[in-house]
């Protein structure tokens, strides 16, 4: 085609598609005339653009050949640069790398394609080169010539076309850098701080990228990081608006993953400098993390720009809680939803990165727990309406108090001593109804604070109530009642404990234990301090509403059955499993005999029985008890409320135990899933599920997994409950395990001794948990090569085991287990064998002959009989023997 032929195609073309379409035809016949060929290239030309709806292709035009996909025919010559090759193809221009004379350099060439030479696209392709040119960074191509030139073909065809030269860049893309060089934290991290300051540069002279991601990021062999693909920036002075193009309302112009906020909505009107800052913090996230903070790769676009919206990124300590504190702080600001609370400017986010490096205080700080808590009540208004409910349920009983009291005010007449308190609930009702009108008030949308929510208000009351109550303290006492009880539900044990036991304090010596209201708070109370641990603290005031309840209303009433059970459960934390079997199976038998086998009290005490059935050692039973519950629970609350996620999650635990683990996941990830979605990452219930699956996948042999789970844990638990709670406890001896499992033997000394000191402190020498405590220390001398502290740590484990829970207890199976290992390394293979066939008989008779420690422990003794050379009794054991497929411990 000749280079006259070419240029009167596109002249034609670029008419035409600026004309109204009723006008287009007869400027077509009028060009073309009876040239067919002509105006088929023209209508082509036209069909191409209309395909593209006027926006920018996101890929090019393309012929197919043989069945192979052919993009456009690289040019031999761009003005005065000699083509090498193609790099690439983008929206609206194809890249070379080409020969420049003078000066000899090489040089990537950017001509813009072929069909989209109109005036819009010309616009569009001349605002690029202007903001490409003002960019003068080392962290960013820079722009060596722009124009209009000729465009030569092999087959000597030629083509004037918008053009620009920029710096060739040769390098890895940020995360193949990355991980080519393994670069540590810090090193990543301060290649984050040169990524910010381009950035900085370019908001400086007025351009916001709007499509920044690893992959526009190119880092050169020298270590200096690239951006690359301005092409969808837009300038932010009023001068150069003017010319830019407008996508249409709801396009997505760039990359959702990395996508601020503001910019899924699809209204480029909204976006500023601060919408980069967030894609910088993306950036840096999944730099740390190697993953994105949101999940959205598999999401349609509607969905994935809900998530990005609403849901909260996951924090970086949950992928490695090295990355907890002010890294993770540094993230979550650039991560902020509302513009005003990320970083101002890219060169602000470097500079707390830089502090970070210099181990320097940050400016950035997290979010305010009034802050938190109403995201939280944004994210979860199904919690919250529930604890909203308190409220109302307080407001309805105010309610029935005021009408209690009207009526006993019109009898004042007939008892003086029955109207001063009819008088007196009356005000109290009064007041109270006052304080929570005012408070539900200053939620009113009308007002400036319109997005105050009902946690607001109770993070208000709590700093207002002592001062706004003196006077009136039995008033104060009820309003820190229902506030202590809902800061429970919301994982804030300090705050729960301090309310609680301010009213508990006011009740106490204004109307004595023998007051309902004063016993509702001694049990709330009495709760929490079985949440930290405090079991000393907790025991008497079960004790006390306990006593208190039988005199008072019987052993058959609910509020005294209720009572029976919140001290079995503390007997059965305290690790008092006989004596809190008792107290169970009262609390179980009488509250289905007087309430009903489908009343939500039945199927929470029938839980816990299944739960302490499991500790016993008693697994059918435990079993039977937990599906009944689970059964239940699912009728009478649904599958998806917390309460029935919790009781799957103790059937969970129990089946992990018979060693059905591929029954047991499901409960296990289900009840992380929910907690993670209704209490969030921070919450310590959720903790514990980050350690129950961690036990879960150290079963399965995935140790590293673990490890990382059990990290996570044991650093929020340390946080929230303290480093002596039992429950943190538990984790930093199931991490100790799992590092014992790694070879990593040292470091696993460290947390089984932490375990083993903190409960000896913690709870005595005759807590249960002890018991995995005495044993992971045993097996640990064991590989340390320490026999005889091994064989005598394993000893007394053995007495105690015994003792407490029995002869066939799993603990005691375990340590039977164990024992014989530790003497077959002693070549002591008598003693072993008696070991190995004691634990194999019990592991038969309580786990079954399929179990896999049953099946170990014959493997193990079989073994050692052929070693003794007792080989025909060793063939009678294998007949039974069919494969080894676990290796559980107690740990």
Same mark, same amino acid.
């Not at 670029?14 to 006008?23: G, V």
């Not at 514990?688 to 990290?711: P, T």
């Given at each position: ?34 040239? @067919? ?31 192979? !996909? ?191 906020? @503001? ?195 109770? !993070? ?377 066939? @004691? ?13 896999? !420690? ?23 054991? !294998? ?13």
């Amino acid at each position: 085609m000749t280079s006259e032929r070419s240029s009167r195609i596109e002249e034609i073309f670029l008419s035409a598609t600026e004309l109204p379409l009723e006008e287009r035809d007869a400027y077509l016949d009028a060009q073309c005339g009876t040239d @067919e060929s002509l105006r088929a290239a023209v209508d082509e030309l036209i069909g191409h653009f209309e395909a593209a709806d006027g926006k920018l292709l996101a890929r090019p035009a393309v012929v197919f050949t043989n069945g192979l !996909e052919m993009t456009d025919a690289a040019p031999t010559q761009v003005g005065s640069y000699k083509v090498i090759r193609t790099l690439g193809v983008g929206g609206m221009g194809i890249v070379y790398e080409a020969e420049q004379d003078t000066p000899c350099r090489t040089v990537a060439v950017k001509v813009i394609r072929p069909g989209l030479a109109t005036k819009q696209m010309l616009t569009r392709f001349r605002h690029e080169v202007q903001v490409l040119a003002r960019l003068q960074h080392p962290g960013i191509a820079h722009i060596y010539e722009a124009g209009v030139a000729p465009v030569s073909f092999e087959d000597g065809s030629t083509s004037r076309r918008p053009f620009f030269a920029m710096e060739l860049i040769r390098g890895r893309a940020l995360g193949d850098f990355a991980a080519h060089r393994k670069m540590g934290t810090r090193d990543r991290l301060k290649l984050m701080t040169r990524i910010c300051s381009a950035v900085h540069h370019a908001h400086q002279k007025g351009v916001i990228h709007r499509d920044l991601k690893p992959q526009n990021i190119l880092v050169d062999r020298e270590g200096q990081p690239k951006v690359l693909d301005f092409g969808v920036a837009r300038a932010v002075d009023a001068d150069v608006q003017t010319v830019t193009l407008r996508t249409d309302i709801g396009q997505l112009l760039g990359t959702v993953s990395y996508m601020s906020p @503001e910019q899924v909505q699809g209204d480029s009107s909204n976006l500023d400098t601060r919408s980069d800052v967030y894609t910088l913090g993306v950036i840096l996230y999944e730099l740390l993390a190697g993953d994105l903070p949101y999940a959205v790769g598999a999401c349609t676009i509607p969905e994935a720009v809900r998530i990005i919206q609403e849901e909260n990124p996951t924090l970086l300590s949950s992928v490695n809680p090295s990355f907890r504190g002010d890294l993770e702080t540094i993230a979550q600001k650039a991560l902020e939803k509302e513009k005003d609370r990320r970083y101002q400017s890219a060169a602000e986010m470097a500079l707390d990165i830089e502090r970070y490096l210099n181990d320097e205080p940050i400016i950035a700080r997290p979010p305010s727990r009034i802050y938190q808590i109403r995201k939280f009540a944004k994210r979860n208004r199904g919690l919250v309406g529930g604890l909203a409910a308190a409220f109302v349920a307080l407001v309805a009983g105010v309610a029935v108090a005021t009408v209690l009291a009207i009526q006993a005010k019109d009898q004042a007449r007939l008892a003086s001593s029955q109207a001063t308190r009819a008088l007196d609930a009356l005000d109290e009702a009064e007041a109270v109804t006052t304080f929570l009108t005012d408070m539900l008030a200053s939620a009113n949308p009308t007002k400036q604070n319109r997005d105050l929510l009902v946690l607001d208000v109770l !993070e208000g009351a709590s700093a207002v109530i002592g001062e706004q109550w003196t006077e009136r303290p039995l008033i104060e006492a009820r309003l820190r009642q229902t506030i202590g009880r809902t800061y429970r539900s919301l994982g804030e044990l300090a705050q729960a404990e301090e309310h609680l036991r301010q009213s508990l304090d006011i009740q106490i010596a204004m109307l004595g234990m023998d007051d309902p209201a004063t016993q509702v708070t001694a049990l709330a109370l009495s709760t929490v301090y079985g949440d930290l641990g405090r079991y000393a603290e907790s025991a008497p005031l079960k004790l006390k509403v306990l006593d208190t309840r039988r005199r008072l209303l019987g052993n058959d009433d609910p509020l005294t059955l209720n009572a029976v059970g919140s001290y079995a459960t503390l007997l059965w934390k305290q690790g008092k499993y006989a004596e809190a079997n008792t107290y169970q199976r009262e609390a179980l038998e009488g509250t289905e005999r007087v309430l009903g086998p489908d009343h939500l009290n039945t199927l929470n005490e029938m839980e816990k029985m299944g739960g302490l059935l499991r500790d016993l050692g008693r697994y059918e039973e435990a079993e039977e008890y937990l599906r009944r519950a689970l059964s239940g629970k699912e009728r009478v609350l649904g599958k998806d409320d917390l309460a029935t996620i919790d009781t799957g999650s103790f059937l969970g635990a129990l089946l992990k135990d018979l060693g059905r683990v591929d029954e047991a996941e499901p409960y296990y990830r289900r009840t992380l899933d929910v907690r993670r979605s209704r209490l969030g990452n921070g919450h310590w219930q959720t903790q514990l599920s980050l350690n129950n699956l961690g036990s879960l996948l150290k079963s399965r042999g995935k140790y590293e997994e673990a490890e990382s789970l059990f990290r996570a844990a044991a650093e929020g638990c340390r946080r929230d409950l303290g480093p002596s709670n039992p429950f943190t406890l538990d984790i930093l001896n199931n991490l100790g395990s799992v590092l014992l499992r790694q070879g990593k033997l040292d470091e696993a000394e460290e947390y089984i001794r932490q375990a083993l000191d903190g409960r000896l402190e913690t709870l005595g020498e005759d807590h249960p948990s002890l018991l995995t405590s005495y044993n992971n220390m045993g097996i640990l001398k064991l590989h340390q090569g320490r026999l005889e502290d091994s064989e005598r740590f394993f000893l007394e484990l053995l007495e105690k085991c015994r003792q407490q829970l029995g002869e066939n207890h799993l603990k005691t199976l375990i340590t039977l287990h164990n024992l014989g290992k530790m003497l077959q390394k002693q070549d002591r293979l008598e003693e072993a064998a008696e070991y190995y066939r @004691e634990a194999f008989e019990g592991y038969a008779r309580t786990l079954g002959g399929d179990h896999g !420690e049953t099946r170990e422990a014959l493997t193990e003794l079989c073994d050692v009989l052929n070693l003794l050379g007792r080989t025909e009794e060793a063939s009678s054991y !294998e007949k039974r023997l069919e494969h080894d497929t676990s290796k559980d411990r107690m740990e």
